[in-house]
């Protein structure tokens, strides 16, 4: 059910927290999840430097080959614009209410920290990501790009989000005597400057600034599988694509975006 209000709380720096904003059914979810994987979508590239192999991921980050199983699995085509094969109609209207939750709870973010709706002019179509076996992901922040002097670097797209949504689909608990195939122990995300640890529920939203404001950390799924969809806002007019360059969706323009928070430009 996605037609519930949602009711942000104001954590500090920039955080701002939401429960049980909706429901969503855990065996269809798991069974959408399965069918992704047999998409069979590559996560890595692979590149060679100084006689060492590294892998890189999506967004350009360069992972030690040791690291590699520790990093999340990310689906960022749920709707397989790029594939022969399709979801059910059932699984796209899933993402489609998603999408239709990232801008709802973005209006709703607005009315709390309003100069973000001035910086907020599209969004990329969300990507689902899943941890377990012990993955997890260290102390970043979202728009964060990997430099080193000399190589600039082939994506610079990240450098203009502004606004993080994290969606969580399904439920962390605290025994194994609670897993039941559709929930899982352990990936609770740490905001270091808001200094607030989130426990992730089926139906929570956490939305926070993608600059070194909103530096967190995943810490590791011990025990089940968590799935979040997360969603990136931006700002500009970036001239280097996107990671899914597909025509006429890679940017959602919201133009209406501060006239629904009720805010007025001054």
């Not at 939305?207 to 997360?230: D, F, M, Q, S, W």
Request: glycine share 8%.
């Amino acid at each position: 059910m996605f037609n519930k209000e949602i009711i942000l709380k104001d954590i500090g720096s920039g955080l701002a927290i939401a429960e049980d904003a909706f429901e969503i059914d855990q065996e269809f979810l798991f069974n959408y999840i399965n069918w992704l994987k047999k998409q069979e979508e590559d996560t890595f590239t692979y590149v060679e430097e100084d006689g060492k192999r590294y892998a890189i991921n999506r967004t350009g980050f360069k992972f030690d080959l040791d690291s590699v199983s520790m990093a999340p699995e990310r689906f960022v085509d749920p709707l397989c614009r790029l594939s022969d094969r399709k979801p059910t109609a059932e699984q796209q209207q899933l993402i489609h209410n998603l999408e239709d939750l990232v801008y709802k709870s973005l209006v709703e973010y607005c009315k709390i920290y309003t100069e973000a709706s001035t910086v907020c002019w599209w969004r990329s179509p969300g990507h689902i990501a899943t941890y377990s076996n012990g993955q997890s992901i260290g102390q970043h922040c979202d728009d964060q790009i990997p430099y080193e002097y000399g190589k600039p670097p082939k994506n610079e797209y990240p450098k203009h989000s502004k606004v993080s949504i994290n969606i969580y689909l399904n439920d962390g608990v605290e025994s194994e005597e609670e897993l039941d195939g559709t929930n899982f122990i352990g990936g609770e995300i740490f905001f270091k400057h808001a200094n607030y640890t989130h426990k992730p529920k089926a139906g929570s939203i956490a939305i926070y600034p993608t600059n070194y404001i909103g530096t967190h950390e995943v810490y590791p799924v011990t025990k089940g599988k968590r799935i979040a969809y997360l969603a990136a806002i931006s700002y500009g007019t970036p001239d280097n694509g996107s990671p899914i360059p597909i025509e006429g969706e890679s940017r959602i323009w919201m133009p209406n975006l501060r006239k629904d928070a009720g805010l007025e430009w001054k």
